[in-house]
């Protein structure tokens, strides 16, 4: 189960804002990139850019620029379900998402859960390369 987060853990608001923006850049890395590139954009819907940078392979979320995600094939990089979860966004609803997981090779392994009041739900899935990532969604 993962941490709780409450206001009651923060003494202002300004801190759980100032806390978000710690956050640069998220890596995720592949076995088979071809793969985890069709897998993200399929339950995402997105389209990711590829970029290679002196023999890595980077799948580039689209994204503000303010927090940097991208699928990764490099040496040394080793997916993993173990470790730091990475919570990506699920839009208004990650029930929509989440619908597309199982269906193109990946696993929900904890279904949409309210995770308390006006906090929001999340949802957890391990994709195509073996990664545990999860999803939070308001409603």
């Known amino acids: 189960m993962p941490f709780e987060v409450t206001i009651d853990n923060y003494q202002t608001a300004n801190q759980i804002t100032d806390y978000m923006s710690m956050i640069s850049i998220v890596e995720i890395p592949t076995e088979d990139f071809s ?22 392979k980077m799948g580039l979320f689209p994204g503000t620029g303010e927090i940097s995600v991208q ?46 009041q ?3 739900f999340y949802a957890m899935f391990i994709d195509t390369e073996g990664n545990r990532l999860g999803l939070h969604s308001p409603h």
């Open 71 to 116: 699928l990764l094939k490099a040496d040394g990089y080793t997916p993993s379900s173990e470790g730091t979860i990475v919570y990506l966004n699920g839009g208004d609803d990650l029930q929509q998402i989440a619908a597309r997981i199982d269906g193109n090779g990946g696993r929900l392994v904890v279904p949409k859960t309210e995770i308390g």
């Open 118 to 120: 006006d906090m929001g």
């Open 35 to 56: 793969r985890a590139m069709a897998f993200y954009r399929k339950i995402l819907n997105i389209d990711i850019e590829v970029v290679e940078m002196e023999g890595i």
